[in-house]
């Protein structure tokens, strides 16, 4: 999850089945539409993008939102997370095949095992033409800014760390107003890549739009293809996982994009001439480091 630490009190204080009941009164008729998709369907909501949920209710993803704050949450994650409370058990909202009487062998041994399935999926899932332009992207880049928050920000920073050892200007800036600022500084030639989870986050999508302003060549790493930071973007990169349904944390997910996100760097240093140079100074460097 990224950037909603007061998800669990508003959903806690507004369960959404028994507010879509109570206030569907109020609501106009676009929103109405929404409420009744939700109220059909809430487990199969909780799989949904917000796109997705605005076209099952022949809707916009304004009004998706607008319904989600009338229920008093803050946007559509909070209603996923509210649904998936009411419709999951904890121990599916913590791993998928786990039981609540497992003990914790058996629960490292599923918890494990459905990362590796999630690591499967995605290599057989993953667009390898998506793949190859990001990576075009990032070797003819002048200067490349990583953009994310939340869960997603170390994955970001790790792979502009790992891109400035092959010789490349690649930055993350840890302060979301910085990444905001640092984008609007961007021009053609530069790259503002952007991970985000669930591809809503305000602040990541707020950044890629004003590197795209600036001219920059604009990608992105999202689980969900129909995520609203997909508008935003010129190379979109898609890898998800299952258990992306129930966990707030999405842990399987991260390491999906991670993995990718290491895919391009091997990529990346495979064909930039300079990077076995620059490598090798890397390691120089870090051996003063090391006992």
Do not use: N, W
Not at 17 to 30: D, H
Not at 37 to 66: F, I, K, W
Not at 74 to 81: E, Q, T, V
């Amino acid at each position: 999850m990224e950037d909603h630490s007061t998800s669990v009190r508003a959903v806690a204080d507004a369960p959404p089945l028994r507010e879509l009941a109570r206030r569907t009164s109020g609501l106009s008729p676009a929103e109405q539409r929404v409420a009744r998709a939700v109220a059909d369907a809430p487990a199969e909501v909780v799989q949904m993008s917000v796109s997705d949920l605005a076209t099952a209710s022949h809707t916009s993803v304004g009004t998706v939102t607008r319904f989600c704050q009338k229920l008093g949450l803050r946007g559509f994650h909070d209603l996923k997370l509210a649904l998936a409370r009411e419709t999951a058990p904890t121990h599916r909202r913590l791993a998928d095949d786990v039981a609540p009487g497992d003990d914790a062998g058996q629960i490292a041994r599923k918890v494990l095992s459905g990362s590796a399935r999630a690591l499967d999926d995605a290599a057989h899932a993953v667009d390898p033409a998506a793949v190859a332009a990001a990576a075009d992207a990032l070797l003819e880049a002048r200067r490349i800014l990583f953009a994310a928050v939340g869960t997603s920000a170390p994955l970001a920073a790790d792979a502009a760390y790992r891109l400035t050892t092959l010789g490349l200007d690649a930055v993350f800036p840890g302060d979301t107003h910085l990444q905001h600022v640092t984008a609007r500084t961007l021009r053609p030639g530069d790259v503002c890549f952007a991970v985000s989870h669930t591809g809503a986050t305000r602040e990541t999508i707020a950044a890629l739009r004003t590197a795209r302003t600036a001219g920059a060549t604009t990608a992105v790493l999202t689980s969900f293809a129909g995520a609203p930071i997909a508008d935003t973007a010129d190379l979109v990169l898609v890898a998800g996982s299952s258990e992306t349904t129930y966990r707030v944390e999405a842990m399987s997910s991260r390491l999906v994009h991670l993995a990718l996100l290491d895919a391009l760097y091997v990529t990346v240093a495979l064909r930039h001439g300079p990077a076995r140079d620059a490598l090798a100074a890397t390691e120089d460097l870090l051996t003063e480091h090391r006992y």
